[in-house]
């Protein structure tokens, strides 16, 4: 698979390395599969509100679904076209914008006013309420429960940042998510130090 090294530093920047830009090929060879590595292994995804967000996913995807050795090339012209899908609940969400619009339909209009069908509007009301819930509700990563225990007095150990994300129902796996865990240790957003008697780590100072 064949990737183009602008998207790859526009990936890698999303995803915490800093100084990704300054990297050579060899560097960025490395670092890609190690990103690819860490894809296959979790459902990572860079951060929302990130610029080309649903085109970053969509290569990040892409490449961990890949069997094939992913390739950095300069020219556009010889770079796989990467899909950007559609997610299923904006789909649902027209689904139901266009149900409300026919359910508005079967208001009658009497003597020019309009009378709304109690049941009808009722309806209209619970889809609404589900679609607020929906934008609201946001799955927990497996990075920020990382965050969250490294940050804490104290900070984490591996194994209890892989049991935690057992716990929080992110991933059933706790040896994966205790080897993802120690994946995000160096590009976690900000700098942690481990402190090798207790095996624990904290966010820097």
Same mark, same amino acid.
């Given at each position: 698979?064949?990737?183009?090294?602008?998207?790859?530093?526009?990936?890698? #920047?999303? +995803? @915490?390395?800093?100084?990704? &830009?300054?990297?050579?090929?060899?560097?960025? #060879?490395?670092?890609?599969?190690?990103? *690819? @590595?860490?894809?296959?292994?979790?459902?990572?995804?860079?951060?929302?509100? &990130?610029?080309?967000? $649903?085109?970053?996913?969509?290569?990040?995807?892409?490449?961990?679904?890949?069997?094939? =050795?992913?390739?950095?090339? #300069?020219? %556009?012209?010889?770079?796989? =076209?990467?899909? /950007? *899908?559609?997610? /299923?609940?904006?789909?649902?969400?027209?689904? =139901?914008?266009?149900?409300?619009?026919? =359910?508005?339909?079967?208001? $009658?209009?009497?003597? @020019?006013?309009?009378?709304?069908?109690?049941?009808? $509007?009722?309806?209209?009301?619970?889809? !609404?309420?589900?679609?607020?819930?929906? !934008?609201?509700?946001?799955?927990? &990563?497996?990075?920020? *429960?990382?965050?969250?225990?490294?940050?804490?007095?104290?900070?984490?150990?591996?194994?209890?940042? @892989?049991?935690?994300?057992?716990?929080?129902? /992110?991933?059933?796996?706790?040896?994966?998510?205790?080897? &993802?865990?120690? +994946?995000?240790? %160096?590009?976690?957003?900000?700098?942690? !130090? +481990?402190?090798?008697?207790?095996?624990?780590?904290?966010?820097?100072?």
């Amino acid at each position: 698979m064949k990737v183009l090294r602008e998207d790859v530093i526009s990936l890698a #920047t999303a +995803l @915490g390395y800093k100084n990704a &830009t300054k990297w050579d090929k060899k560097r960025m #060879t490395r670092k890609l599969a190690e990103v *690819v @590595g860490l894809a296959k292994e979790s459902e990572i995804e860079v951060e929302e509100g &990130t610029e080309d967000e $649903e085109k970053l996913n969509a290569l990040l995807a892409a490449m961990a679904a890949s069997e094939e =050795e992913v390739e950095i090339v #300069t020219d %556009p012209a010889e770079a796989d =076209e990467i899909k /950007v *899908v559609d997610e /299923v609940d904006d789909d649902e969400d027209d689904d =139901e914008d266009e149900d409300d619009e026919a =359910e508005d339909d079967e208001a $009658e209009e009497i003597d @020019g006013e309009v009378e709304v069908d109690e049941e009808v $509007e009722a309806k209209k009301k619970a889809k !609404k309420d589900k679609k607020k819930g929906k !934008k609201k509700e946001k799955k927990l &990563t497996k990075k920020e *429960v990382c965050i969250r225990m490294v940050s804490r007095d104290g900070g984490a150990t591996l194994e209890e940042m @892989g049991e935690e994300i057992t716990a929080c129902g /992110v991933d059933p796996d706790t040896e994966k998510n205790t080897k &993802t865990a120690k +994946l995000w240790m %160096p590009k976690i957003g900000f700098k942690v !130090k +481990l402190d090798k008697k207790t095996g624990k780590y904290s966010k820097a100072e």
